[in-house]
Each structure stands twice: as C-alpha cells, then as structure tokens.
C-alpha cells in the first residue's frame, strides 16, 4: 500500500505574527474546494526573510501569503513576477511553480478591484486615495485599470509624488473634488478605533467611501460617511477577494468569496 499523500504547505510570512485572519481565509477555502494542504503563520523578521524563504522552499512550500513588512522585499527576492507585482511595486504572493522557482504576484489589487465592481463603473470617477504605502499602490493600481482618474494623498508628500511617479496618477495636496474615497492607511485601526483619517466634514454627500481597515469592520470613518450621506464598502470584501485569488493560483480553484467571508466574519465576532 503506497503512503497517503502529504498535505500541501502554504502559509503567510510577517512580523510581528499578532493577530491575521489569513488561516482562517485559507482554511475555509481549503475544506471547501477538498484541497489536502494546510496553512502556517511565519513570524520572520526582515534580517531573516531570504534565508527563510531559501529554508521553506526546501521544505517544499507552495505558496506563501506576504504580509507587512515583507511586500517589497520579497519582489525583488522571487524568481520571476507578474506585471502588476512589478508595476505595483510589492508582492503579497510567492507560489512555487512546477520547476521550484518562486514567482511573485499581487492579488491585492484584484481585492480591491472586486470590492468596488458591485458599487458600478468607476470609469471616468474622480478617487482620492489616502496613504502611499503598499496597499494604497494596490488600490491606485485597481483604481486605474477600472478607469477612474486618480489622485493620492499622503502626510508626506515626497511619498506620494514618489507613487504617482511611478504609477501615473495624480497627488492631491489641497483636499480636491472626489467621487470615492480610499482609505489605505492604519488610521481607525483596532486598538486605535477613535481615529480616523479624514475629518467628518470633508466627507462628500454621495460619494462612495472605501476603509480598507477590517478590524473593526465598522471604523469610525464608515460611521461618519454613512451619516453624512455616502455610500460605504468595508475593507474585509477586499481581503476575502485577494485570498481566492490566493489559493486559485496554486489550485486552479476558486473558492465561493461568500463562504470566505462568513468564516472571516466569525472570527471576527460580527
């Protein structure tokens, strides 16, 4: 009788571990679709990250989630990348292929890309983004391929020319016109939940507003957008989407995004 067939080894790569809904993602899509894998949380820090993924690819792993502070890092570590890891800037992906190399992608972008595709054609919108670091790249880079005119703001303003640079957007440096709104930054962020990263009075009636913090579910900025008249979107769409495209790169599956998000949801406590 031949052994049973190991499990596959996936994972996510950050530091510090704290608290990611990442193996509960995973998990979920793993029972559903019937894939033997399972799914590791390595706390690396950023002095360690080529000798661990040198270590883990010996050990096999197949893909690996990347989480902060390890996106650019681990670009320029992989053996190939997809254009829009590369154009991104960061990978929040590495997937082993058939001949043991490591290749880079960035399913962020798609996570916002497919948040925003239920609220309707951005396709000429005025979107501000709020942030430049690697998730506010993502959401210009999904912000664009969806045709929106785009517009970046950040505290430092070298950061921000620096990311409309290189993905051809615009900076916003004195609060202009916006017909969505981006939160990529941690403000609002559990412990921190009194903050927010736009006053409640620059907040435009009818606008759609996106916070791509998940903890809470409901920031303080989606409170403040809802009474002043917005339309809102929670950042927990946009992490269950960047998962199943995750594991489909692997598997060649996709996983039901609805069943993802009750399991998120759960864990959550909402």
């Given at each position: 009788m031949s052994a049973p067939e190991a499990d596959v080894l996936c994972g996510v790569l950050l530091h510090p571990a704290g608290h990611t809904l990442s193996p509960v993602l995973h998990g979920e899509a793993y029972r559903e679709l019937g894939l033997r894998a399972r799914y590791e949380v390595f706390d690396v820090p950023a002095e360690r990250l080529a000798a661990s993924l040198a270590e883990l690819r010996a050990r096999g792993v197949r893909q690996l989630s990347v989480s902060l502070p390890h996106k650019e890092r681990a670009l320029a570590l992989a053996d190939t990348a997809s254009p829009?890891?590369?154009?991104?800037?960061?990978?929040?992906?590495?997937?082993?292929?058939?001949?043991?190399?490591?290749?880079?992608?960035?399913?962020?972008?798609?996570?916002?890309?497919?948040?925003?595709?239920?609220?309707?054609?951005?396709?000429?919108?005025?979107?501000?983004?709020?942030?430049?670091?690697?998730?506010?790249?993502?959401?210009?880079?999904?912000?664009?391929?969806?045709?929106?005119?785009?517009?970046?703001?950040?505290?430092?303003?070298?950061?921000?020319?620096?990311?409309?640079?290189?993905?051809?957007?615009?900076?916003?440096?004195?609060?202009?016109?916006?017909?969505?709104?981006v939160n990529a930054t941690s403000v609002g962020m559990q412990p921190h939940t009194d903050g927010t990263p736009l006053a409640a009075a620059e907040l435009r009636p009818g606008a759609l507003v996106f916070d791509l913090v998940y903890r809470p579910l409901e920031t303080r900025l989606l409170r403040e957008a809802r009474a002043r008249g917005c339309r809102t979107q929670d950042g927990l769409a946009m992490l269950v989407h960047q998962a199943v495209e995750q594991v489909r790169l692997w598997s060649g599956r996709a996983a039901d995004p609805a069943g993802l998000r009750r399991a998120a949801e759960r864990a959550l406590g909402v």
């Open positions: 829009a890891a590369r154009a991104i800037g960061a990978a929040n992906t590495l997937t082993r292929t058939a001949d043991g190399s490591l290749h880079a992608d960035n399913t962020d972008w798609l996570g916002v890309l497919r948040a925003l595709v239920p609220h309707g054609s951005l396709a000429g919108v005025r979107a501000r983004v709020l942030g430049a670091g690697g998730a506010a790249r993502a959401a210009v880079y999904a912000l664009l391929q969806m045709g929106a005119a785009v517009a970046i703001a950040n505290r430092t303003r070298e950061r921000a020319e620096r990311v409309a640079r290189e993905l051809g957007c615009g900076v916003d440096t004195a609060g202009g016109p916006y017909d969505v709104l």
